[in-house]
């Protein structure tokens, strides 16, 4: 299992999510650094967990304001492979985005207009090209009359079916709030029924425990924020996860 810190950016700080309320989120406090620059926060995970690829969520960008380019080129600088969610609409921001060098471009079913989108990012750049399935308490984000139903089961298969081989699965309601990501059984059935998709999970991971059930259901990567500023996830734990290497690699 490979473990995707996460770094939610707003205003050029690191900030910390409350169940995808997204006015109520103030720059985090960390038991790992008092900074709030993303710089030193990533810092932070790669010092204290030696992780190296990160989650990044522009919630500017995907409120509707450009990409923080500078910050994912200065992250880029110093080494770390990104994963990042900037709000992507239309397919010319994924051309950007790529442009920029980013390694895993996401694009969010909250805000992108479409499979269409989705399926002509997947012909274009293949395995960079990750999926986001965002859901608030179990619903689908974003305006699902796109999509040939508006369920979450249905929206996932139809992203399957444009060449996504990278999807997450992230109930907001759950982000910050200790509560396990409440999609278990969802990612349970996905990697079952699709195991040539590889499935991602996040929102809410606790402890070790989360980790290890989700690992058994066949996530094959986790994002996590929480749990590692607040310390209920140390080094150990992700080791015992995924051994000694935990560049994310």
Not at 99 to 123: F, K, N, Q, S, W
Not at 178 to 188: H, L, P, Q, R
Request: proline residues 4%.
């Amino acid at each position: 299992m490979r473990i995707l810190p996460v770094l939610d950016v707003m205003g050029g700080q690191v900030v910390r999510g409350v169940g995808g309320r997204r006015q109520e989120y103030r720059p985090i406090v960390s038991g790992l650094t008092a900074s709030c620059r993303p710089v030193d926060v990533a810092a932070a995970f790669r010092r204290e967990f030696g992780l190296t690829e990160l989650y990044l969520a522009d919630l500017d960008a995907i409120a509707g304001a450009p990409p923080a380019f500078l910050t994912y080129a200065e992250l880029r600088a110093l080494g770390f492979r990104l994963w990042v969610d900037a709000g992507v609409r239309e397919l010319a921001q994924v051309t950007a985005l790529a442009r920029a060098g980013v390694e895993r471009i996401v694009l969010g079913l909250e805000t992108l207009t479409g499979p269409a989108v989705l399926a002509e990012a997947c012909r274009q750049f293949g395995e960079r090209v990750v999926f986001s399935l965002d859901l608030q308490a179990g619903v689908p984000l974003g305006n699902t009359s796109y999509w040939d139903a508006p369920d979450a089961w249905s929206i996932a298969l139809q992203a399957i079916a444009t060449g996504v081989r990278r999807l997450i699965v992230l109930d907001l309601a759950r982000v910050g709030m200790k509560d396990g990501t409440g999609t278990e059984a969802f990612t349970t059935r996905l990697a079952k029924e699709y195991p040539e998709v590889e499935i991602k999970a996040g929102g809410g991971v606790r402890d070790r425990a989360d980790l290890q059930r989700l690992q058994e259901g066949g996530v094959s990567a986790v994002l996590i924020a929480s749990a590692l500023h607040d310390g209920r996830l140390r080094r150990e734990d992700l080791e015992t996860l995924r051994g000694p290497n935990l560049t994310g690699r």
